[in-house]
Every structure is written in C-alpha cells, then in structure tokens.
DNA sequence: GATAATTAGTAACATATGTTACCATTAAGT
DNA sequence: ACTTAATGGTAACATATGTTACTAATTATC
C-alpha cells in the first residue's frame, strides 16, 4: 500500500496517451465495435444503431419506441432517424401508439424477425471469439470491473 | 469447466444486447470519454482528436504527423483537420518536413504546452477517480484484459 | 377545468465525418 | 534514368450527426 500524499507511479511518469485508460478504453471499444461492425454493415447493411435496435426488439418484442431507445443507448433524434430507414427496409414496423398517442410502438417485421434471427448467431460467435482470448476468471473480472466504471463515470457525468 | 459441445449459458438465453460485452463495452467507453471531455472541451474548446494530438506532442516533442497520427489512433484526414484547426488557435506549429517534403513535423507552440500543462493533470484526476471505484488487483486484471482483447480483435479485424 | 410544464417525436439547419479523387514527393523496378 | 508504384497530405463531395426549435399529446398545478 502506497503513501496517498506520494504521487502515484501513473503521476510520476507524467501523461503518456498510449496508458491513459479512457484513451486504451476508446481504442480498445472501437477495434471491437469493427469485429461485429463487419458482420452487421458488410453483411447486412446495417447501421450500429439500426442494429442496436434489431437486437433489443429481437429478444424483447413488440414495445414504445421511448424504451428502446433508453435500452439500446440511442436518444430519440438518433432513434428517430434509424427508425425510418429500417421502416425503409421493412424490418420494423413503427405504429402510433393508442396508449400514449405521442408515442411509436415497434415491432419486428417476419423480415426483421428473419435478419436478427441470422445476425444474432454471428454476433455472439464474434464475442465468444474476442472472450476466448481470456481465461474464466478474467471474463468474470471483466464483468465487474465494467459495472463498476461505468457506475462511477456516470455519477460523475450526471452531476454536471 | 463446462463441455464445450453445450451451448454456453450466454448462447442458452439468446442474444441479449444488455449483456452483450462488444456493447457494453461501447456504453462504457462512451462515458468514461464524456467525463474526461468535460475537461477539453467544456474548458478548453477541443475536440477528442485536437486533444489526443496535443497530448501526445506533450509528452513526446516535435515529430512528424504522420507518427503522430498512428499513436494517437488518427488516420490522415483526422489528423489535416484537426491540424487546421490546432494551427488556427496557434496551439501546434506545422512545419513542412525537410527531411521528406511530403509531410509535416509537428510541435506545440508555447501556448500550446500552456494548454497541455492545464490539461493533463486534470485528466490525469480523472482517471484517477474512475479507477479509485477499482481494487488494485482489478486496475491490474483491466490492463491485461484490455491488452489481450485488443490482440484478439485486431488479429480479427486486419484479416479482412 | 383552464393553463402551464413535460414528453415523444420530427424538421431544418449547422457541423462533423467518411470517401474518392487528386497533387506533390519519394521509393522501387526495369 | 525513366517509368511505375507507394506515401503524406488536401480538396470536394456525399453522408451522418448534433442542435435548436417546433408540433402534438399528456400530465401537473392552480
């Protein structure tokens, strides 16, 4: 355990990009984000968002627009525009919603059904790929490690 | 240890997007970036690539873009616009480079170290916090996940 | 129960980013 | 040495994204 009052090695060293985790973290989610990208763009002609929305409304069925969004991480301009190109391909259907007459409820189209239904497959095969360059313990790690951060960086960015 | 010819429990439940690591990955990285640019360009007017350049000058001095460009994850385009932009509010000195009169060679002008030296430390703060949700041994684990992964998903990527 | 405040969604504009093609310079092939 | 290929960089165009402001519907307040 280190005297807190000591600057930290990290400190001493001064500020190298190439070790600064939200940097590593930001290099890192990108080469990623492209491993599945490949299968959802070139095979599928998807956007991230459009896909982000195929795979919530797959496992999740039919439900207002507004809570897709908030699952998929989307706000409602980016799910406004994804929404009318993938009405475009017919792969979701979007209906006004009769409980709340604001709101779009969405649902897959047997054509949406049928694209996540083959995109899915892909995906999870990508990740067990990725994972399978940790061990067990590590993926586990993994996991908490990233609900931690993430619970600390949005208290942090919600303050503001 | 499980039989590799059963389905995992991740592949058991379908495709979850909540629990799908590439996205989670992606949310996470998202809002770590937004916590530390509240920093550059809340208080200093950057964006990420005007601030990742600045701050790989401010570690390692004058050197040719395009070297730059590789550390900080730019590609060419990146770099000649945010460039112009550095230039323009006289943070960076772009010099063509004698030594190959194709490129430039960067440096930071004394407004830009200024800059830098405001920066970093309060970056630096940053990240401290984020990682201080984090026991020593999982600051440890993420550098060697995040190594691996990166491995694992450029390996992938520089296939195809 | 009228009025104000909030919410879901979209339009329209500004800005940013990706893409293609090009110029200038250097390196390679013959 | 002359031609071809490769490299660093930029221009110009298309596309995507963020931002502001607006509409329509709902909820809260008095």
New binding site residues.
């Given amino acids: 355990m280190s005297d807190p009052r000591q600057p930290t090695r990290r400190q001493a060293t001064g500020f190298d990009l190439s070790q600064f985790i939200p940097y590593r973290l930001a290099v890192l989610a990108d080469e990623i984000s492209q491993t599945i990208a490949q299968v959802y763009v070139d095979q599928f002609d998807l956007?991230r968002?459009e896909w982000r929305i195929l795979a919530w409304l797959g496992k999740h069925r039919s439900m207002?627009?507004?809570d897709v969004?908030r699952n998929a991480g989307l706000d409602?301009?980016?799910?406004?525009?994804a929404?009318a190109r993938l009405e475009d391909k017919k792969l979701v259907a979007v209906e006004r919603d009769e409980e709340?007459?604001?709101?779009?409820v969405l649902g897959l189209t047997r054509q949406g059904r049928a694209t996540y239904d083959r995109i899915a497959p892909l995906a999870l095969a990508r990740e067990e790929y990725l994972l399978s360059a940790l061990t067990v313990e590590e993926v586990a790690a993994l996991d908490t490690i990233m609900a931690k951060l993430l619970r600390q960086a949005s208290a942090l960015n919600d303050k503001s």
Same sequence: chains 1, 2.
């Fill in positions: 956007t968002h207002p627009a507004k969004g409602k301009m980016q799910m406004s525009r929404l709340d007459r604001r709101g779009n």
